[in-house]
C-alpha cells in the first residue's frame, strides 16, 4: 500500500515560541528541526538512533530526532540546543563548564551532549559520576575520551542556572 504523504498542521512550542506549520505526515523530526526551522545546531551522526548527535529535549525528557516523525510533536513543548541558555539569556552553565574544560574538540557531538546532560540533571540536580556516566551512555564522541566531557557535566552541577 502506498504510504500516506498528506500535509499535517503542526502545531507546538519551540525553544519557548509557539509555532504552527504544514508539512508532509512523512517528515521525520531532525528534518523539520534542521531544514524546515534551519535550526542546524542539532547534528545528524548515525541517523539511526545510536550516536545521541540528534538529541532535543521533548516535553524535557530528551529524546533522538532522527528516530520521530516531526508530528508527533504536535501539542507538545520542543526544545534545541539553541534554547538552552542560562537564566540571563547568556550561555548555560553546561557551556561554561564544557568550554572551560576543554570538552570540546570538533564539537560535532556537543549538542547532544548537553541536551543529554541538562535532562540528566534536570532529573536528578545532584547526580553522582555514576548516574552521570549513565545518563550519557547514549553519547558518542570520537574526540574528547570522555573524560573531559564528565568533569564538565559534574563541575556543572554546582552552578545555578
Ligand atoms: S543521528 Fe540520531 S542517534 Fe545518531
Ligand atoms: S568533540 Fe568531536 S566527536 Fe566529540
Redesign the pocket.
Known sequence: MKQSTSPFVLKCRVNGVSMERELPSSRSLLEFIREDLGLKGTKEGCGEGECGACLVLLDGRAVNSCLMMAVQVHGKELVTIEGIKGRDGGLHPLQKTFMAEG????????PG?IVASEALLRRRPKATLEEIKLGLTGN?????GYEKVLSAVGKARKIKK
Request: charged letters at 5%; aromatic letters at 8%; hydrophobic letters at 35%.
Open positions: 570538552a570540546v574538540q570538533c564539537g560535532f557531538c556537543t551532549l558518542l564522541c570520537r574526540c574528547t
